[in-house]
């Protein structure tokens, strides 16, 4: 026959909360125990002190205009597709990293801008980018 113990029987528990506490402290006294046995070696330099410098020269890009007709204009000048595809081509031969700048007219087509997109591209220019202005509000009398 089993007989009862009139005090209740207590289980064993398995606290972590203090197991995780003191693994944190080890890491971190490790972590600062190794940063301390880091041997440093540095090398005394006298750096140059900067100086403000002045350019005027602007960097090179080609700005292409479009009108509404869809004509092309490099530096005011008009320039047929034949034309502007050898302007293209001899700037990028000079400099392979040479930009364009396309400003269409706000009368231009999409199509007449990406004739010149199209221009820029066959020449082997990759770095194009564009300045739409969209067209003012009229008002009617």
């Known amino acids: 026959m089993k007989i009862s113990s009139p ?41 140059p002190t900067p100086t403000a410098s002045s350019s005027n020269k602007k960097p090179s890009m080609i700005h292409i205009e479009v009108d509404a007709a869809g004509d092309a204009f490099v530096d005011k000048q008009r320039k047929s597709f034949p034309d502007l595809f050898m302007y293209l081509t001899n700037r990028y031969a000079a400099e392979t990293n040479i930009p364009a700048y ?25 770095k194009v ?11 009617s009398p």
Do not use: W
């Open 7 to 47: 005090v209740g029987k207590k289980h064993a528990r398995f606290e972590i909360i203090p197991l995780i506490d003191i693994m944190f402290f080890l890491l971190a006294s490790f972590m600062m125990v190794s940063i301390t046995m880091i041997r440093v070696q540095t090398l005394r330099m006298d750096l």
């Open 102 to 126: 396309i400003k269409g007219s706000p009368d231009a087509t999409h199509g007449q801008v990406i004739a010149i997109l199209d221009l820029c591209r066959q020449a082997g220019i990759q």
């Open 129 to 139: 980018s564009f300045n739409i202005t969209l067209p003012t509000k009229r008002s």
